[in-house]
């Protein structure tokens, strides 16, 4: 194990570990997998792990950040029959190294993804470049952590041309489903000519699936290890109803395929200190202090000013993993009763308007907010008294974990993550943090949200009590990152 670099003071092994992904917060972010990638690897113990990230430079990050990246070099590498333009540039942030992958031609979209045919072809360039770097900034990794099916391709290569040299050989490798909706398919004679890679790799026990290429496929026949975000999750994509027809592939690695929960950052998500909220508060003082929060937002958004209206709460990506055909089957039946919803988020158009729709139809008492806006979303988890995630799938989830820090009940539906972190209200044992419902059925929902405007209404001490549950659940990443931490050793003393 020679190439561990001793740390001078304590003679500790440092490990190196190499983050590959397609978004990090704070530089670019359009769904959990940034907050992941953008938290975990300041979790990590600094006198034993070294860990790095790299994400592509896109033109559409946050300004400020862009505006700070320093210049490494640049170089000429080939993929398939072309030779492309790599860039590099770094900043370190809050302790973590990060390199940004350059190419105009590539990176400089409205969005980081588009089109699906361009989208393979970018990432394709993107996990090569993302190998091709590494002796050029001197970072040789231990194990490399590839997150989603944009980086699919990188265990791949490292199993195709980069083995010929020395200082690729034995480089571990983790894929980390996020979202195994999404995996990046396309035909086979394009995904060749894309990516350059020899015919014998697509091939059904390889990255063929149902007669075309898979991305993500190749990560997760490649890598040493699987992980996905909850332990519900890793179990439901062995069946066939949550697989997304890779079901097979995870029951032939399940050896090799763990669910580690994610956390959330508690520094950036504190109802203590947190700059965005109107009244900040917290365990001790939330029956109090809470409601003011909820009325400024009221005030804000326009809505009836009531601080005893039980105010609902949805922060997501507006689209179909997330459960919105069954709010819109039973928005007007919830819409008499006395409740405020509070939406915030973009997405599929018919969901955005049909949240606008509703908006318009309930003035006054539900307000649709089809944009991002960081602030608001936090003024929604502290000001909402429960928070509706109704998920069809929902590998971890992140806005449930938010809500249980702020004091707000989650109401969830039983599946992936939800699962794992959302323990529904048992009144007879006086335990739960939340409200939870196991069909994907509209009445089933209605009836539990019914339930808990009940307790809500009727019996104000058990919510506060479940109030109190909530908040004291620890979901910052320190034991997640554990288990990480346990992984890498375990692949790199293999
Ligand atoms: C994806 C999943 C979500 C998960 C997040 C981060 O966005 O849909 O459930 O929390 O990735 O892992």
Known sequence: MERYILSDKEGVLVKKILFVASEAVPFIKTGGLADVVGALPKCFDKKEYDVRVI?????CMKEEYKNQLQYVTHFYMD???????????????????????????????????????????KFAFFSKAALSVLPVIGFRPDLIHCHDWQTGLVPVYLNDSFQ?????????????????????????????QITGLPAHFFTPDKMEAFKDANLLKGGLVYADAITTV?????????????????????????????????????????PQTDKFIVKNYNAKNFRKEKVKNKLALQRELG????????????VSRLTDQKGFDLVNYVMDELCQDSIQLVVLGTGEERYENMFRHFAWKYQGKVSANIFYDNGLSHRIYAASDAFLMPSLFEPCGLSQLMSLRYGTLPIVRETGGLKDTVEPYNEFENTGTGFSFTNYNAHEML??????????????REWNKLVDRAMARDFSWANSAKQYEEMYDWLIGK
Request: cysteine-free.
């Open 447 to 460: 009836g539990i949200i019914r339930y808990a405007e009940h307790i809500y209404y009727d019996k104000k």
């Open 164 to 192: 010929q040299g020395e200082f690729y050989r034995g480089i571990k490798t983790v894929m980390t489903i996020h979202n195994l909706k999404f995996q990046g398919t396309w035909d086979i004679k394009t995904v060749r």
């Open 79 to 121: 993929i398939g029959y072309r030779r492309e333009y790599v860039g590099i540039m770094q900043m370190e942030y809050e302790g973590i190294q990060f390199y940004f992958i350059d190419n105009e031609y590539y990176f400089s979209g409205y969005q980081p993804y588009g089109e699906i045919r361009f989208d393979i072809e």
């Open 230 to 270: 909850s332990n519900t999750y890793a179990e439901e994509i062995k069946t066939e109803f949550y697989g997304e027809h890779l079901e097979g592939l995870m029951q032939a690695r399940s050896n090799d395929l763990r669910g580690i929960v994610n956390g959330i950052d508690y520094d950036e998500y504190n």
């Open 303 to 314: 809505l009836e000013e009531n601080p005893k209206a039980m105010m609902i709460g949805v």
């Open 55 to 59: 994400i592509p430079k896109y033109l």
